[in-house]
T-cell receptor, first 109, second 114 residues
Framework: SQQGEEDPQALSIQEGENATMNCSYKTSINNLQWYRQNSGRGLVHLILIRSNEREKHSGRLRVTLDTSKKSSSLLITASRAADTASYFCAPNTGNQFYFGTGTSLTVIP | NAGVTQTPKFQVLKTGQSMTLQCAQDMNHNSMYWYRQDPGMGLRLIYYSASEGTTDKGEVPNGYNVSRLNKREFSLRLESAAPSQTSVYFC?????????????FGSGTRLTVV
């Protein structure tokens, strides 16, 4: 399968804490993206990391990529209640991305 | 900017009925996609169109057909709906280049087949 697999499936933290989600995949990739989905809405693109990059930052988001381990992580620092959502990784091996089942993040105020 | 617009937002069909889900994007993107999202299954690619005039099957194409009408529009047709096609359907588009932009998703169509 070319899907990403997110871990954990669910995560609950207090506001202000950091949240870390992991993604594993099985094939060589061109890049990998992370998306957020609020309940009942479409997915929103957060960040893309290319296969030759190891780390990327965007605001409170930090993404790492280890192609030797075929894994990526998404760190959200100083979480807020508004970060409550599902987060998906999507490895890209060609023209399309393959999404996993996501990590459901709950940030408790 | 409208982004990706999907219609309808909700639909209930009887088994065997047909319908077309519409999708339009105003970002001049080359590629467009149709996904379905089911509980515990993540998003699965149904069909995609890498560029105007081309379409290709994704992971779960059976029971569906698509048309890339022009660069803006990409429709998904269910010829004979089945209860197994009850799902949330998302259309997405992307420039399909190396600038680092991801997909832009529509807000989804919730389809129930009874």
């Amino acid at each position: 399968s070319q899907q990403g697999e997110e871990d954990p499936q669910a995560l609950s933290i207090q506001e202000g804490e950091n949240a870390t989600m992991n993604c594993s995949y099985k094939t060589s990739i061109n890049n990998l993206q992370w998306y957020r989905q609020n309940s009942g809405r479409g997915l929103v693109h957060l960040i893309l990391i290319r296969s030759n990059e190891r780390e990327k930052h965007s605001g409170r988001l930090r993404v790492t990529l280890d192609t030797s381990k075929k894994s990526s992580s998404l760190l959200i620092t100083a979480s807020r209640a508004a970060d409550t959502a599902s987060y998906f990784c999507a490895p890209n091996t060609g023209n399309q991305f393959y999404f996993g089942t996501g990590t459901s993040l709950t940030v408790i105020p | 900017n409208a982004g990706v617009t999907q219609t309808p937002k909700f639909q209930v069909l009887k088994t065997g009925q047909s319908m077309t889900l519409q999708c339009a994007q105003d970002m001049n993107h080359n590629s467009m996609y149709w996904y379905r999202q089911d509980p515990g299954m993540g998003l699965r690619l149904i069909y995609y169109s890498a560029s105007e005039g081309t379409t290709d099957k994704g992971e779960v194409p059976n029971g569906y057909n698509v048309s890339r009408l022009n660069k803006r529009e990409f429709s998904l047709r269910l010829e004979s709906a089945a209860p197994s096609q009850t799902s949330v359907y998302f259309c997405a588009s992307s420039p399909n280049d190396d600038r680092g932009y991801g997909y832009t998703f529509g807000s989804g169509t919730r389809l129930t087949v009874v």
